[in-house]
Nanobody, 121 residues
Framework: QVQLVESGGGLVQAGASLRLSCAAT????????MGWFRQAPGKEREFVAG???????YYGDFMKDRFTISRDNAKSTVYLQMNSLKPEDTAVYYC???????????????WGQGTQVTVSS
């Protein structure tokens, strides 16, 4: 089991960039597949991006062109770089850890508390 803490969210204007971080403790970080999800009010949780233990990256629909996921195993941290933010990107962003690469939330076993991203027009 791993504990996850997200940071880096905030209020920005459309077109701005943010980098979210997710620090992991309590497990062997390099062995985990890591993912980012988001949930907007009244909507289902949505897959944003994932990165496998091997470093392979995968993205949700419409995410790849603006979002980039990366990991630093030495720091036990996964990042989500978000560029050209739009108001529709407003959501709570969650970090998650799992034992296999997946686009679906139920494959991830450990979750952070989330960080709010708000994009104003």
């Amino acid at each position: 089991q791993v504990q996850l803490v997200e940071s880096g969210g905030g209020l920005v204007q459309a077109g701005a960039s943010l980098r979210l971080s997710c620090a992991a403790t309590g497990g062997t970080f390099r062995n985990y597949n890591m993912g980012w999800f988001r949930q907007a009010p009244g909507k289902e949780r949505e897959f944003v991006a994932g990165i496998g233990a091997s470093g392979v990256k995968y993205y949700g629909d419409f995410m790849k062109d603006r979002f980039t996921i990366s990991r630093d195993n030495a720091k036990s941290t996964v990042y989500l770089q978000m560029n050209s933010l739009k108001p529709e990107d407003t959501a709570v962003y969650y970090c998650a850890a799992g034992v296999r690469t997946s686009f679906t939330s139920n494959e991830y076993t450990d979750w952070g508390q989330g960080t709010q991203v708000t994009v104003s027009s």
